[in-house]
């Protein structure tokens, strides 16, 4: 993620959001799945039955896309970094886009109307879902849907029962940074970053957002089995406060919190914080700024994002839509907006395009290396883990908690 | 009743009823106008009051009834039933209190800070430079103004790191740079309200006249005691007015902490990651409340002084 | 002013002309690191810079968001200010020449915008656009708000200017039978005027740089400059270049300065804030 401005309101956005969905759902009386968020439907709620297009038709002419910034680019903010006039010279479809900084927006504008194509979130989705505001897409009409990572498909954020709402656009991970000539020995668990009278004490930094209490509580879920943690976004009082508790040690060890790349670049630049959370496109940034760093996965997994576009239920040009969805994740297209975002691409055909070693800095198509993330979702109510006798804390505790482990 | 208008009032207007035979209604609405003050002052007030007062006040008011209600952890709608569960939060958790506090402890320094250096400034400015110098001064003082606030916070940023051209310069006088924290968040922000202090005290002080200055020195006092009995109180209401800006800018800053604070938050950052992260709309007004609270008992204290007609 | 400088000591003098020195040295070393920096090869201006580049120059004369968001900021300062021109003008007439009950509320609520903290103006604001009155945030929205906490300084400029000036030419042309509005326009307008321009440019200047009040009122399309620097600032590859445009801001800056200088003496009541 290049704008963590962005990134984190968006999370935040999209915590919201999704708190509304899944809890709404609940409340609805639909039992949560007993999977772990693995599977279809995993949130547990009834999806409305809307038809799906049954074939690509002639273009509209123009589509109306909701993106987070740097999704759609066409040249205005740098003329080398243009996917979108392309599209329009193929499809004669006149891309409009409106960009927004939250999930929580998103959602608004998509329930405004007025828009045919979003990118959504892992919890923005789920929320689009089940209120109706976008339909099940016909992945048989998208010809290059064929190519993505079938790990990515039929994924709990982008599809009900086997049913797909949107196209994978591309994923990320959480990773630990670290300055190679300071922290010594290297680190290979988040334990660098959590355990108490670290030999880095007042040098370690961490992502600025409530959603980082996940990254406390994946990392509780390996050292202490005994609190039962099963999902690092769904947990009940007494395993919020223990994360909390471990926030609050960790707290006094922080030279700051971050939330931006610049902000980070430059505090590993100077040497004002040398270990820390982090993501692939910064530890590219600085290291290509020649600052000794480097970004690993650790060992317990990370904490990750994964984004959809979905195809709005109101929309007037569903051909460009439908249309706008292929050329996104077409080798040329997602090549070129996983590399200007710094994420992985969703389609393994665009390594062939993008930049020589850019698969490989964000391992895309590494099974293995995805399977250890937990993708950012909002906790809710309604435990995510399936548990039916507890009540687990929402995201606006886990906001109030984050205020408190900032103190 | 202000005794211009009373005057005028009474006498006659030739012109005035001529133009009413010519019927042209601007003439007429004019004369109207000018025969009832009262309808005149109602024509100059009116669309002020009614925009401040529709679309500032109002929307604070509801912004306050907003802190009474709740939010639905279902849905994250708003739930308009009436409680105090927000402000009881506010008041048991003592991380607020404590976060509270700080805010207040960062807006008065910065206020301090920003006095101290723009006494001697303005001073200098309004007393001893020329009048030409006096212009180039004033520009010299606006122009960071037009810099935008987060370059110009980014800029701090940079020379507080380690390394940085605060660790450089503090190296010749033995200190260590601040690093990020709330140090750094005071001088910041000082750095960027500066200009707001200045100019009030500038303009205090140009209004004091040099013959007062003069007298004082005549009647033997010092340079010491003529500040202190002549200038000092002359310029305090230019003071309180600054201090309005540097104050209520500070209160309420969740950018500047978040760029060179470290790991600490203010008030700000609350209400800013209430309302825009977690859209709970009635915790955060309910938060909203400590800087406004705070802000008006300032400036009921500040009008004592005279200082609002100085802002 | 020269008889002055006869009343300070000398050794007192200096004190005040080697402080002020020293803070202008304060006030214009961070401005100068942004000059530095709009050259500096690094993309995260790793200090101090290892090589200069002119990249982000060239890169920002082609960068059309950036444009895009100072049309969008002056217009928005432009509108606002012409706003808060003409409601401040008129409260300041009323509260000079009328004495009425409330007369302390008003000039407190006309203060109040400003003096309350920026967040506060701006959820309140954003609270009340999109659930009381059900606008859509975007340029509108944006300007009521800066119209909002501008007026206060007009009002102040224009009151300190009729406080000063007084009402006798204005009665004298009413005698004369002009009426209220050519009186207005002939006679009260032209002694207000650099009080105008004074107060017209410090809303023009505040509303230019806010980013509190304009993060909550804006609509995600619009960008007004300092939006569109807080969303750029944390682009890789973009940083840069929001150096770049504050230099060139500090730069432009002499316009407004010039054309205040032109008009008015507009220094004292540019200080007359």
Known sequence: MTHRKVRRSRIAAACAALTLITAGAAACGTESGDDDGGSDGGAGFTAPDLPQLEEIGEGEGEVNILAWPGYVEDGSTDPAVDWVTPFEEETGCQVNVKTFGTSDEAVNLVKGGGYDVVSASGDASLRLIAAGDVEPVNVDLIENYADVYDFLKERDWNSVDGQMYGVPHGYGANLLMYRTDIVDPAPTSWSAVFEEDSPYAGKITAYDSPIYIADAALYLMNTQPDLGIENPYALDEDQLAAAVDLLKQQREQISEYWSDYLKEVQAFTTGDSVVGTTWQVIANVAQGENVPVEAILPDEGSTGWSDTWMVTTESENKNCAYMWLNHIISPEANAAVSEYFGEAPANPKACDIASEGHCETYNAGDEEFAEKLWYWTTPVEDCLDGRTDVKCTDYGAWTQAWTEVKG | ?311 | MRSTSTAMSPAFKMTLRVLTALALVVIYVPLLLVVVNSFNASQTFAWPPSDLTLEWWRKAADSEGAKDAIVTSVQVALIASAISLVLGTMAAMALQRYRFFGRDTVSLLIILPIALPGIVTGIALNNAFRTVFGLDLGFLTIVVAHATFCIVTVFNNVLARLRRVGTNLEEASADLGASTFTTFRLVTFPMMRSALIAGGLLAFALSFDEIIVTTFTAGPQEQTLPIWIFNNLFRPNQAPIVNVVAVVLILLSVIPIWISQKLAGATDGLAGR
């Open chain 2, 1 to 311: 009743m202000n005794s211009a208008a009373e005057g005028t009032a009474a006498r006659p207007h030739l012109l005035a009823r001529f133009g009413r035979a010519a019927g042209g209604l601007p003439r007429r609405v004019s004369t109207v106008l000018h025969r009832h003050p009262r309808l005149r002052l109602g024509f100059l007030l009116g669309p002020p009051m009614l925009w401040l007062g529709v679309a500032y006040l109002g929307a604070l008011g509801a912004l306050f009834i907003t802190a009474f209600w709740g939010q639905n952890p279902f849905t994250g709608d708003v739930v308009r039933e009436w409680n105090l569960d927000n402000f009881r939060t506010l008041w048991e958790s003592e991380v607020y209190r404590k976060i509270a506090f700080r805010t207040l402890g960062i807006a008065a320094l910065v206020t301090v800070v920003d006095i101290v250096i723009a006494f001697p400034v303005a001073l200098y400015m309004a007393k001893i430079a020329s009048p030409r110098l006096q212009r180039i001064l004033v520009i010299a003082v606006l122009t960071p103004l037009w810099a935008s606030y987060l370059v110009k916070a980014y800029a701090w940023r940079i020379m507080m790191s380690e390394g940085g051209i605060v660790d450089d310069l503090g190296g010749f006088l033995g200190l260590d740079t601040p690093g990020y924290g709330l140090a750094a968040t005071v001088i910041t922000l000082a750095y960027l309200w500066l200009p707001f202090m200045i100019l009030p005290i500038y303009a205090g002080l140009e209004r004091l006249p040099d013959s007062m200055l003069e007298a004082s020195m005549d009647l033997g006092a010092k340079t010491g005691p003529t500040l202190r009995r002549i200038v000092l109180p002359t310029v305090f209401p230019a003071v309180v007015a600054g201090s309005i800006f540097t104050f209520s800018l500070s209160l309420g800053d969740y950018i500047t902490v978040r760029i060179v604070g470290g790991a600490n938050q203010m008030l700000g950052n609350v209400v800013y990651d209430n309302v825009g992260a977690a859209n709970n709309l009635p915790f955060a007004a309910a938060v909203a409340t400590i800087p406004v609270v705070i802000m008006l008992v300032y400036l009921a204290a500040a009008r004592r002084t005279g200082a609002l007609e100085n802002v």
